[in-house]
Protein backbone atom coordinates (compact mmCIF):
# COMPACT_ATOMS: atom_id res chain seq x y z
CA UNK A 1 0.00 0.00 0.00
CA UNK A 2 1.27 3.72 -0.91
CA UNK A 3 2.35 5.78 2.04
CA UNK A 4 0.02 9.20 2.75
CA UNK A 5 1.89 11.58 0.99
CA UNK A 6 2.20 14.99 3.57
CA UNK A 7 1.29 18.07 1.96
CA UNK A 8 2.64 21.33 1.84
CA UNK A 9 0.18 22.34 4.80
CA UNK A 10 0.62 19.46 7.02
CA UNK A 11 4.46 19.92 6.60
CA UNK A 12 4.58 23.47 7.91
CA UNK A 13 1.55 23.10 10.59
CA UNK A 14 3.48 20.08 11.80
CA UNK A 15 7.04 21.72 11.94
CA UNK A 16 5.38 24.48 13.61
CA UNK A 17 4.07 22.46 16.31
CA UNK A 18 7.17 20.26 17.10
CA UNK A 19 9.04 23.37 17.60
CA UNK A 20 6.09 25.00 20.02
CA UNK A 21 6.36 21.71 21.71
CA UNK A 22 10.36 21.47 21.68
CA UNK A 23 10.49 25.20 23.61
CA UNK A 24 8.94 23.34 26.88
CA UNK A 25 9.67 19.57 26.87
CA UNK A 26 12.06 18.79 29.29
CA UNK A 27 15.28 17.03 27.86
CA UNK A 28 19.02 16.64 28.73
CA UNK A 29 19.96 16.83 25.34
CA UNK A 30 20.44 19.64 23.06
CA UNK A 31 17.66 18.87 20.32
CA UNK A 32 16.58 20.27 16.91
CA UNK A 33 13.56 19.52 14.90
CA UNK A 34 13.99 17.19 12.01
CA UNK A 35 11.68 17.00 8.72
CA UNK A 36 8.07 15.77 9.45
CA UNK A 37 7.53 12.03 8.35
CA UNK A 38 4.64 10.02 7.60
CA UNK A 39 3.58 8.26 11.23
CA UNK A 40 5.21 4.88 11.90
CA UNK A 41 5.06 2.53 14.86
CA UNK A 42 8.77 1.98 14.76
CA UNK A 43 9.68 5.68 14.64
CA UNK A 44 11.17 5.65 18.16
CA UNK A 45 11.09 2.20 20.30
CA UNK A 46 12.58 3.06 23.17
CA UNK A 47 11.01 5.57 26.15
CA UNK A 48 7.89 6.33 26.89
CA UNK A 49 4.72 7.65 24.87
CA UNK A 50 1.79 9.99 26.36
CA UNK A 51 -0.90 10.56 24.17
CA UNK A 52 -3.85 12.59 24.31
CA UNK A 53 -6.80 13.93 21.79
CA UNK A 54 -7.82 17.50 21.99
CA UNK A 55 -10.87 19.48 20.12
CA UNK A 56 -12.18 22.48 19.59
CA UNK A 57 -10.66 25.10 16.54
CA UNK A 58 -9.29 21.41 15.87
CA UNK A 59 -10.23 17.91 16.53
CA UNK A 60 -7.38 15.59 16.94
CA UNK A 61 -5.15 13.55 18.53
CA UNK A 62 -0.80 14.05 19.54
CA UNK A 63 1.64 11.94 21.22
CA UNK A 64 5.15 12.84 22.81
CA UNK A 65 7.75 9.99 22.94
CA UNK A 66 10.63 10.97 25.16
CA UNK A 67 13.68 9.41 25.66
CA UNK A 68 14.41 6.68 28.55
CA UNK A 69 16.71 9.50 29.78
CA UNK A 70 13.79 11.72 31.20
CA UNK A 71 11.83 8.45 32.19
CA UNK A 72 14.60 7.48 34.19
CA UNK A 73 14.99 10.99 36.05
CA UNK A 74 11.51 11.01 36.85
CA UNK A 75 11.24 8.11 38.62
CA UNK A 76 14.69 8.48 40.35
CA UNK A 77 13.96 12.04 41.53
CA UNK A 78 15.10 13.46 44.99
CA UNK A 79 11.37 14.45 45.46
CA UNK A 80 10.57 11.04 44.85
CA UNK A 81 8.88 9.50 41.90
CA UNK A 82 7.53 12.10 39.43
CA UNK A 83 4.12 11.71 36.91
CA UNK A 84 5.40 11.65 33.38
CA UNK A 85 2.07 12.86 32.08
CA UNK A 86 2.37 16.10 34.55
CA UNK A 87 6.10 16.81 32.87
CA UNK A 88 5.09 15.95 28.86
CA UNK A 89 1.51 17.84 28.88
CA UNK A 90 3.36 21.44 28.39
CA UNK A 91 4.58 19.84 25.31
CA UNK A 92 1.50 18.31 24.34
CA UNK A 93 -0.55 21.51 25.15
CA UNK A 94 2.09 23.84 22.93
CA UNK A 95 1.61 21.59 20.00
CA UNK A 96 -1.91 21.38 20.31
CA UNK A 97 -2.41 25.25 20.79
CA UNK A 98 -0.69 25.88 17.13
CA UNK A 99 -4.33 24.59 15.70
CA UNK A 100 -6.02 27.10 17.77
CA UNK A 101 -7.83 27.06 21.45
CA UNK A 102 -8.71 23.62 21.98
CA UNK A 103 -9.20 21.63 24.77
CA UNK A 104 -6.72 18.64 25.89
CA UNK A 105 -7.79 15.71 27.57
CA UNK A 106 -5.92 14.24 30.37
CA UNK A 107 -3.53 12.25 28.46
CA UNK A 108 -2.49 8.30 28.97
CA UNK A 109 1.37 6.76 29.18
CA UNK A 110 1.69 4.29 26.70
CA UNK A 111 4.37 2.34 25.55
CA UNK A 112 5.82 4.19 22.10
CA UNK A 113 5.10 1.24 19.74
CA UNK A 114 1.66 1.36 20.61
CA UNK A 115 0.82 4.84 21.01
CA UNK A 116 2.48 5.08 17.53
CA UNK A 117 0.88 2.29 15.82
CA UNK A 118 -2.51 3.50 16.81
CA UNK A 119 -2.07 7.00 15.57
CA UNK A 120 -0.30 5.46 12.03
CA UNK A 121 -3.52 3.80 11.59
CA UNK A 122 -5.27 7.26 11.30
CA UNK A 123 -5.26 9.29 8.11
CA UNK A 124 -2.80 11.37 7.41
CA UNK A 125 -0.99 10.52 10.32
CA UNK A 126 2.73 12.47 10.51
CA UNK A 127 5.82 12.52 13.02
CA UNK A 128 8.27 14.75 13.49
CA UNK A 129 11.39 13.92 14.98
CA UNK A 130 13.43 15.23 17.51
CA UNK A 131 17.14 14.86 16.64
CA UNK A 132 20.85 14.85 18.80
CA UNK A 133 22.94 15.15 15.24
CA UNK A 134 21.71 12.31 13.28
CA UNK A 135 19.83 10.31 16.46
CA UNK A 136 16.31 10.46 16.97
CA UNK A 137 15.90 11.08 20.83
CA UNK A 138 11.94 11.93 21.37
CA UNK A 139 9.20 12.34 18.52
CA UNK A 140 6.33 14.59 18.21
CA UNK A 141 3.28 13.08 16.14
CA UNK A 142 -0.12 14.19 15.17
CA UNK A 143 -3.48 13.23 13.80
CA UNK A 144 -6.07 15.70 12.67
CA UNK A 145 -9.36 15.08 11.06
CA UNK A 146 -9.14 16.95 9.10
CA UNK A 147 -6.22 18.66 9.02
CA UNK A 148 -6.48 22.67 8.40
CA UNK A 149 -5.47 24.15 5.13
CA UNK A 150 -3.81 26.90 4.98
CA UNK A 151 -0.72 28.71 3.39
CA UNK A 152 2.22 27.31 4.60
CA UNK A 153 4.45 30.29 5.28
CA UNK A 154 1.55 31.38 7.52
CA UNK A 155 1.39 28.63 9.71
CA UNK A 156 4.58 28.26 9.89
CA UNK A 157 4.53 32.02 11.63
CA UNK A 158 7.65 32.91 10.45
CA UNK A 159 9.40 30.14 12.74
CA UNK A 160 12.70 29.70 11.29
CA UNK A 161 13.79 26.04 9.50
CA UNK A 162 16.26 23.79 11.46
CA UNK A 163 18.89 24.92 8.98
CA UNK A 164 18.49 28.06 10.12
CA UNK A 165 17.42 27.44 14.33
CA UNK A 166 19.27 26.62 17.08
CA UNK A 167 19.12 23.40 19.65
CA UNK A 168 17.85 23.75 22.48
CA UNK A 169 20.11 24.37 25.26
CA UNK A 170 21.04 21.14 27.36
CA UNK A 171 19.53 20.63 30.40
CA UNK A 172 20.46 17.97 32.83
CA UNK A 173 19.54 16.46 36.06
CA UNK A 174 17.10 18.09 37.99
CA UNK A 175 16.93 21.04 35.57
CA UNK A 176 15.35 19.13 33.01
CA UNK A 177 12.62 18.59 35.46
CA UNK A 178 12.42 22.50 36.59
CA UNK A 179 9.01 23.29 35.22
CA UNK A 180 7.14 20.09 36.12
CA UNK A 181 3.75 20.80 38.08
CA UNK A 182 3.50 19.17 41.11
CA UNK A 183 1.11 18.99 43.69
CA UNK A 184 1.65 20.78 47.47
CA UNK A 185 -0.21 20.07 50.21
CA UNK A 186 0.17 20.98 53.92
CA UNK A 187 -1.11 18.61 56.85
CA UNK A 188 -1.67 19.66 60.52
CA UNK A 189 -1.81 15.73 61.51
CA UNK A 190 -3.60 12.25 61.22
CA UNK A 191 -5.49 10.15 63.23
CA UNK A 192 -6.89 6.39 62.60
CA UNK A 193 -11.25 5.70 63.57
CA UNK A 194 -12.88 2.89 62.62
CA UNK A 195 -15.66 3.01 60.30
CA UNK A 196 -18.44 2.81 63.55
CA UNK A 197 -16.37 6.21 64.40
CA UNK A 198 -16.22 7.47 60.93
CA UNK A 199 -20.33 7.16 60.19
CA UNK A 200 -21.34 8.51 63.69
CA UNK A 201 -19.29 11.75 63.06
CA UNK A 202 -21.38 14.97 62.60
CA UNK A 203 -21.66 18.86 62.75
CA UNK A 204 -19.45 19.67 65.91
CA UNK A 205 -17.87 16.62 66.16
CA UNK A 206 -14.06 16.89 67.27
CA UNK A 207 -11.75 14.79 65.85
CA UNK A 208 -8.33 14.28 67.69
CA UNK A 209 -5.50 14.33 65.52
CA UNK A 210 -1.40 12.63 66.63
CA UNK A 211 -0.05 16.47 67.10
CA UNK A 212 -0.28 18.34 69.90
CA UNK A 213 -0.95 21.98 69.36
CA UNK A 214 2.10 24.11 68.34
CA UNK A 215 3.59 21.10 66.90
CA UNK A 216 5.02 22.29 63.28
CA UNK A 217 2.46 20.84 60.46
CA UNK A 218 4.04 18.67 57.42
CA UNK A 219 4.24 19.81 54.09
CA UNK A 220 3.72 17.26 51.42
CA UNK A 221 5.18 16.74 47.49
CA UNK A 222 3.19 14.34 46.02
CA UNK A 223 2.23 12.62 49.55
CA UNK A 224 6.21 12.70 50.12
CA UNK A 225 7.33 14.61 52.84
CA UNK A 226 9.79 17.34 52.12
CA UNK A 227 9.89 19.86 55.21
CA UNK A 228 7.78 21.56 57.89
CA UNK A 229 6.84 24.20 59.11
CA UNK A 230 4.50 26.35 60.95
CA UNK A 231 1.13 27.24 60.44
CA UNK A 232 0.44 31.27 59.22
CA UNK A 233 -1.75 33.54 57.87
CA UNK A 234 -1.11 35.21 54.67
CA UNK A 235 -3.80 37.44 53.33
CA UNK A 236 -6.96 35.76 54.70
CA UNK A 237 -4.88 32.50 53.60
CA UNK A 238 -3.78 29.58 55.58
CA UNK A 239 -0.30 29.30 54.63
CA UNK A 240 3.14 27.79 56.18
CA UNK A 241 5.95 29.45 57.20
CA UNK A 242 9.61 26.62 56.50
CA UNK A 243 11.46 25.77 59.72
CA UNK A 244 12.96 22.78 58.36
CA UNK A 245 13.64 20.83 55.30
CA UNK A 246 13.72 17.21 55.45
CA UNK A 247 16.16 15.09 53.94
CA UNK A 248 15.16 12.12 51.26
CA UNK A 249 15.03 8.79 53.22
CA UNK A 250 14.62 10.69 57.13
CA UNK A 251 10.75 11.36 56.65
CA UNK A 252 10.51 8.82 59.15
Known sequence: ????????????????????????LPTSRPLAVA?????????????????????????????????????????????????????V???????????????????????PGVALSALAAKDDAVAVPLVEGEEIRAVLALALSPWPVEDPAAAAGGVARRAESAPMPMRGGLDMLHDVEMEVSAELGRTRMSVRELLSLTPGAIVELDRAAGSPADLLVNGRLI??????????????????????????
Open 1 to 24: MTAPTITAPQLALARTAADAALAV
Open 35 to 87: DPITATADVLAEGQAVTARFSGAATGEVVVVVGQDLADALKESPIGELDLTAA
Open 89 to 111: RPALEAAARVFGPVVLDPGTVME
Open 227 to 252: ARGEVVVVDENFGIRITEIVAPGAEG
